[in-house]
């Protein structure tokens, strides 16, 4: 597997670099890569089918100045910024019956996480919901894919060291929510973990067998993805 530490210079661009590489994989041969950013500013994604007046306080992020974005993969509500450290798996799926569909591909990718993510921390990590890494029943990573014919996109967050009362201020209480968070504020239901950056890449990068690559990046999709989709309010506002 191909290893890529790349964090472009805006969110639109971020989030078009993930699309861009699974179109990318869904076309060509080649191997799958793990990517890993990190926002140097806070603005917040929203999950495909999530509605922005359902989910978020767009009066809050407008005194902020914080925009407000749609990824092109399921899932909830996030915020990213500083101390969220972001990874993309973009991985081949043809004949490979542990990424067959969604189902089990959520298992084969979550437990690899569960897993690294014990033997970093020293505790027990547990998987809840549908692809949340939790230290009991709080919540310090969530995430989601998409999959075209030949190639799939799981990506998701780590808190290590977020701003919490801004995602507060920023979020209203999911439309959705897991049975374990049981109604929980934000603050009440995440954590962060408190560790660098550097020692969750090495242990994930361990874990896929990713080395460092002449990996191609396809700036020019980037970004066209990035001007024509994810900065319109069409893309962003859709629902």
């Known amino acids: 597997m191909n290893y890529l530490d790349l964090t472009l210079d805006s969110p639109a661009e971020n989030l078009a670099c993930d699309e861009a590489l699974l179109d990318q994989l869904d076309h060509d041969s080649g191997d799958g890569i793990l990517r890993f950013w990190e926002a140097q500013r806070h603005f917040v994604v929203v999950g495909y089918a999530n509605r922005v007046q359902s989910e978020v306080d767009q009066a809050a992020c407008e005194r902020r100045g914080v925009p407000i974005l749609r990824r092109c993969t399921g899932g909830g ?79 998701g967050t780590f808190l290590l060291h977020s701003d919490v009362q801004l995602l507060s201020e920023l979020l209203r209480m999911p439309t959705q929510q897991p049975a374990y968070r049981r109604k929980r504020s934000h603050a009440a239901f995440v954590t962060n973990l408190n560790i ?42 859709k629902f």
């Not at 550097?198 to 690559?213: G, P, Q, Y």
């Open 77 to 155: 509500t996030v915020l990213q910024g500083p101390g969220c450290l972001n990874y993309s798996l973009i991985l081949r799926v043809t004949d490979d019956r542990a990424l067959g569909n969604i189902p089990s591909t959520n298992r084969f990718v979550m437990e690899r996480h569960r897993e690294t993510f014990e033997r970093l921390l020293n505790q027990p990590v547990s998987v809840r919901g549908c692809t949340d890494l939790t230290l009991g029943d709080v919540k310090f990573s969530g995430n989601a894919q998409r999959r075209k014919r030949n190639a799939l996109l799981f990506h």
């Open 196 to 237: 660098s950056a550097e020692k969750v890449r090495d242990a994930l990068k361990a874990a896929w067998k990713a080395s460092e690559s002449g990996e191609t990046i396809p700036r020019e999709m980037i970004g066209r993805l990035a001007r024509d989709k994810y900065v319109t309010s069409e893309w962003n506002f």
